[in-house]
T-cell receptor
Framework: GEDVEQSLFLSVREGDSSVINCTYTDSSSTYLYWYKQEPGAGLQLLTYIFSNMDMKQDQRLTVLLNKKDKHLSLRIADTQTGDSAIYFCAESGFNSGAGSYQLTFGKGTKLSVIP | KAGVTQTPRYLIKTRGQQVTLSCSPI?????VSWYQQTPGQGLQFLFE???????NKGNFPGRFSGRQFSNSRSEMNVSTLELGDSALYLC????????????FGPGTRLTVL
């Protein structure tokens, strides 16, 4: 079945850039998402990219998509301590049996920002 | 616009009991999806409801069920609770259109003793 892989941990110094990587297997993915989860909270949608795009920038966030390699990355510029959280990559693939799209999530990357 | 709300936020049950969790989607959203989040398995899709019909179902036993009401509010039920059912249960709502965004609630933390 579809699979989404992420590294589990990333540690960066405050002010540096963070790059979180993700690979996925479903070639029918239409949208790819990045969610942020802070302790004790639900998931907050950070940004998303349509599968026919290569790059999307939104303030400090840059998403790069390499559709050929099925590789997605999230770059956070000028990382702050408030960015410490778990970041989930998710792909929206079509479930032909159900006739609808379904999100498949990676296991999340825990970002720790060192002051 | 109010976000997705889930009740209760925390729940403690014992093995063998059953539990019902509630989710109120964002106004106007017709699709509600449920996910189970555990440290070991991550986020796993339970099911999706759209216009009161189950549209999609994940790979969970029949003890897990759900429903959606005409106002799009949804409930999920877990019967005969097991220790392994301890998890954060997340609900997400969306307009239900192709490729649209899902907005998540804060979750219900279920602990089974």
């Amino acid at each position: 079945g579809e699979d989404v892989e992420q590294s589990l941990f990333l540690s960066v110094r405050e002010g540096d850039s963070s790059v979180i990587n993700c690979t996925y297997t479903d070639s029918s993915s239409t949208y790819l998402y990045w969610y942020k989860q802070e302790p004790g909270a639900g998931l907050q949608l950070l940004t998303y990219i349509f599968s026919n795009m290569d790059m999307k920038q939104d303030q400090r966030l840059t998403v790069l998509l390499n559709k050929k390699d099925k590789h997605l990355s999230l770059r956070i510029a000028d990382t702050q301590t408030g960015d410490s959280a778990i970041y989930f990559c998710a792909e929206s693939g079509f479930n032909s049996g159900a006739g609808s799209y379904q999100l498949t999530f990676g296991k999340g990357t825990k970002l720790s920002v060192i002051p | 616009k109010a976000g997705v709300t889930q009740t209760p936020r925390y729940l403690i049950k014992t093995r063998g009991q059953q539990v019902t969790l509630s989710c109120s989607p964002i106004s106007g959203h017709r699709s509600v999806s449920w996910y189970q989040q555990t440290p070991g398995q991550g986020l796993q899709f339970l099911f999706e409801y759209f216009s009161e019909t189950q549209r999609n179902k994940g790979n969970f036993p029949g003890r897990f069920s759900g429903r959606q009401f005409s106002n799009s509010r949804s409930e999920m039920n877990v019967s005969t609770l097991e220790l392994g059912d301890s998890a954060l249960y997340l609900c997400a709502s969306s307009l239900g259109l192709v490729g649209n965004e899902q907005f998540f609630g804060p979750g219900t933390r279920l602990t089974v003793l």
